[in-house]
DNA sequence: AATGAATGAGGGTTCATTCAT
DNA sequence: CATGAATGAACCCTCATTCAT
C-alpha cells in the first residue's frame, strides 16, 4: 500500500490515429511534413538543407515554399504537431485514472510509446529544441511548459498521496532526462518496447521517488 | 543494512586543474578551443561558423587554420579533450573506495561536478555527438564505450553486492540521461550546486535501482 | 608518279555550324560555355576563377551553379564539345576520299580550320589536357585515343599505298605538335589562314614522311 | 647531295655540367629550383602552392622568402637558367660546324637532349610560357627571341645554300610544335631516345623542308 | 499547384605573403 | 639563416529564398 508497486502495470491500448486531413493542401502538407522530420532527424535541422528536404520529398524547391513559407517554420511545424499530439494524447488517457501512482506511469509509458512509435519526430523535437527563435521558440515553450507542468502536478499529487519528501522539479526534470536521452541509444533489435521500457523506467523513478519519504533526511 | 543510504555523502574535493600546456602552441590552442566551445554551445556545431568562432577568439580565420586542420577536427579536440579529463577524474576518485553505493556515488558526483564547471564544454560533448564522422567518431565512440563500461561495471558490483535484479543497460542508459539532460534546463541561479544535484540524483537513481531486488518480480 | 604532290588542294569548305540547342536551358548553357572558354584561354584553367567566369557571362556566380555542378565539370563539357565535333567533323569530311595522301590532308586541314575558327577552345583543349582527374579525365581520354587512332590509321593507310617506312607514332605526334603548338604564335593580322597554313605544313610533313621511303637506312 | 641526307649524324656528345654555383646561398637555391621544377612541372604553376614547394624542398614556407622574393620569381628563375643553358649550349656545339643542315640537325638534337634530360625543366618553359608578367615575362621573352632567331638564320642558311623556297616562319614554328609537344607525350619505357627523336624528327623536317625547292608551286 | 531559373549572402578552406624572433 | 605565427584576400561551392510563369 504505502509501499510502491513497481510492477502496477498500464494497459498500452492503441489510440486511434488522427483522422487524415481534410483537405488536400493539408494531406499534402503532412506528406512533406514526415519527408523533413526524417530529415531533420538523420542530419539536424541545421545540417539539413532545403535541398535536402527537396530530394526526401519528391517536390521541387520551390515547391515547397508553396507548402512552408520558411525552414524555421517547418520545423516549427513539426515540433508543434509533435508536441501537441503527444500532450493530447496523455491528456486523453488520464481520464478516469484516480491512482497517482498509476497516473505517472501512464505519463511515461504515453512518453515513450510515441516517443519510440514516431523516433525521428521525437529526436527532432528533443534535439533541435533551441534551434527555433522569437516567436516560434515562445509558441513552443508554451506548450512545452503545460507538459512539464502536468508532470510536476502528477507528481505533487503523488507526494501528497503518499506523504513523499522528494524535490519536485529535480525529479520531473530527471524522469524527462531518462526518457529523452532514449533517442541516443534504443536500438529496435536489441532493446525492450515501450511497454517494458515504461514499466522499468517507471519501477526505477518511482521506487527511488517513493522510497524518499521513507528512509532521507 | 541492505537498505540504500541515499544521504552517503561524497565529498566534492576541488582537483587541481591540469597544468598550463607547456609550449606557447598549446597554450594558444588552448585558449582558441575555450572559446570555440562556448560558440559551438550556443550556436550548435553546424550552426556556428569558422567566422564567428574567429570573431570569438580574437584571431583572424585564417590564422585558425593554423591551430585547427578543419573545423572537425576542431571539434573533436574539444570533445575529446572533455571525454578524456572526466574519465581520468573518475578514475583518481574512484580509487581506494571499496563501497559499491559509494563508488556509484562518485560516478554521479563526478558526471555532475565536471558538468557544472563545464557547462560548455559538457553541452558541446553531449549535443554534437553525431556530428563527428568516421575516424574522429570511432576514435571518440572508444572513449565513450570505456567510460559507459566502468558506469556498467559499477552497477554490476552493486548488484552483486546487494544482489539486486534490475536490468544494467536501462539503468545505465537512464541515469546518464538524467544526468546529461542537465544542459537543457540548468540554471546557476535557481537550481542546486553539483553536491546537491548529485546527492538528489543518486537518491532517485539508487533507491529505485536498489528497491528492485526485494519488491519486484 | 608516287612522288608527293604537296600542293594537293583541299577545299576548306564550310560546314553548316550545328543548330542552335533546343531547350532554353542548353541555349544559356552554351552562352556561358562560350564565355568560360575565353576567360579559361587568356587566365588558364587553374588561374581562372568561377567569379571571373561569373562576370565574363554576366550571371551571378550562383547562378552559374545552376548550370554546371563544379568549375572542373565546365572545363570537361568544353573540351568534350570541342573535341566531339572536330571529330565528327573530320569524319564527314572524310567520306568518300580515296587517295590517302588527300585523306592526311583533309585530317590537317580539318584540325586548323578547326583550330583558328574556335582558338579558344583549341587552346583550352591543347593547354589544358592535364587539369581534368578520373572519370572527366578518363571519358575525355577516350575520344582523344580515337581521334589519335584516326590520324594512325591515315598514316599507315599512306604507308601501305607508298611503301614507305617512317615510324608511324613519332609521325604523328610530330604533326600533332605542329598543329597543336599554333596556339602558342598565330596572330590572325600577320599569319595565313587555315587554308594555307594547312596546305604549307601539310607541305613539310607529308614530304618529310613520304621521302622517307626512297632515300633513307 | 642536293638531296637531303637525313641519316647525316650528329654526335650527342656530353658537355659537361656548369660547374657547382659558389656561394652557399647559391648551392641552396639551386636545390630548391630544381624541388620548385618538379612541383611546378606536376601540378601547374597556378596549381602549385608555396606549401607544395616548402614541402618539396623540405624548407619552411618562410624560409623559401629567403631564396625567393615570389612565386612568380621562382618561376622566372627557373624558365630563364633553362632558357639560357640550352641557348649557351647550342651556340657551343654550333661552332665551327658549317654544313647548314648539320647545323639545323645540331639544333634539333641540342633541344631535344635537353629536353628529354631536363623533361621538368622544359615542360614548365613550355607550359607555363603566359604565366609570368610584365618586367618578367619580357626578359623572358628577349631570351625566348634569341633563340627563335637562331633557328630563323640557321634555316635561312639552308634555304640559301639549297636554293629553297618553304616560307621560313611557320617551318620554324612547326619545328618548335614539333619539339616541344614532346613533353605532352614523351614515355621513357616507350620512346627512343633524344639521338633518335632528333634523328627522326630531323628527317621529317628536313625532308619536308628540303623538298620544297624542287616540286613546289 | 508547382516549378525552373536565379540570386546575395555566407559556408569552410587555402592562398601568397609578412615579420618578429 | 630560417622559422613559427599570423593575416587579408580570395578560393570553390552551397545556402535559404524569390518570382515569373
Given amino acids: 500500500m504505502g509501499s510502491p508497486s513497481p510492477s502496477a502495470r498500464v494497459s498500452a491500448q492503441r489510440h486511434r490515429a488522427a483522422p487524415p486531413p481534410a483537405t488536400r493542401f493539408d494531406r499534402r502538407l503532412a506528406e512533406i511534413?514526415?519527408?523533413?522530420?526524417d530529415v531533420f532527424c538523420k542530419k539536424g535541422y541545421e545540417g539539413a538543407s532545403m535541398r535536402d528536404l527537396s530530394r526526401a520529398s519528391g517536390m521541387s524547391l520551390a515547391g515547397l515554399y508553396y507548402y512552408f513559407e520558411s525552414k524555421e517554420r517547418l520545423l516549427f511545424l513539426i515540433q508543434k504537431h509533435t508536441f501537441t499530439t503527444i500532450v493530447h494524447r496523455l491528456k486523453a488517457r488520464l481520464e478516469g485514472v484516480g491512482d497517482p501512482e498509476q497516473r505517472v506511469r501512464i505519463f511515461i509509458?504515453?512518453?515513450?510509446?510515441?516517443?519510440?512509435?514516431?523516433?525521428?519526430?521525437?529526436?527532432?523535437?528533443?534535439?533541435?529544441a533551441e534551434a527555433l527563435k522569437n516567436g516560434f521558440a515562445s509558441e513552443l515553450a508554451a506548450i512545452k511548459?503545460?507538459?512539464?507542468?502536468?508532470?510536476?502536478?502528477?507528481?505533487?499529487?503523488?507526494?501528497?498521496?503518499?506523504?513523499?519528501?522528494?524535490?519536485?522539479?529535480?525529479?520531473?526534470?530527471?524522469?524527462?532526462?531518462?526518457?529523452?536521452?532514449?533517442?541516443?541509444?534504443?536500438?529496435?533489435?536489441?532493446?525492450?518496447?515501450?511497454?517494458?521500457?515504461?514499466?522499468?523506467?517507471g519501477d526505477i523513478f518511482l521506487c527511488g521517488v517513493m522510497s524518499g519519504g521513507k528512509s532521507r533526511r
Fill in 33 to 37: 511534413l514526415t519527408h523533413a522530420t
Fill in 145 to 201: 511548459r503545460e507538459y512539464y507542468r502536468i508532470c510536476v502536478s502528477l507528481l505533487d499529487e503523488l507526494k501528497g498521496d503518499r506523504k513523499l519528501e522528494f524535490p519536485t522539479r529535480i525529479a520531473v526534470l530527471s524522469l524527462f532526462g531518462m526518457m529523452n536521452w532514449i533517442y541516443t541509444w534504443h536500438n529496435s533489435r536489441v532493446d525492450a518496447d515501450a511497454e517494458h521500457l515504461a514499466r522499468e523506467m
Fill in 109 to 128: 509509458l504515453n512518453h515513450l510509446e510515441y516517443f519510440l512509435a514516431n523516433q525521428s519526430a521525437m529526436k527532432v523535437l528533443s534535439h533541435e
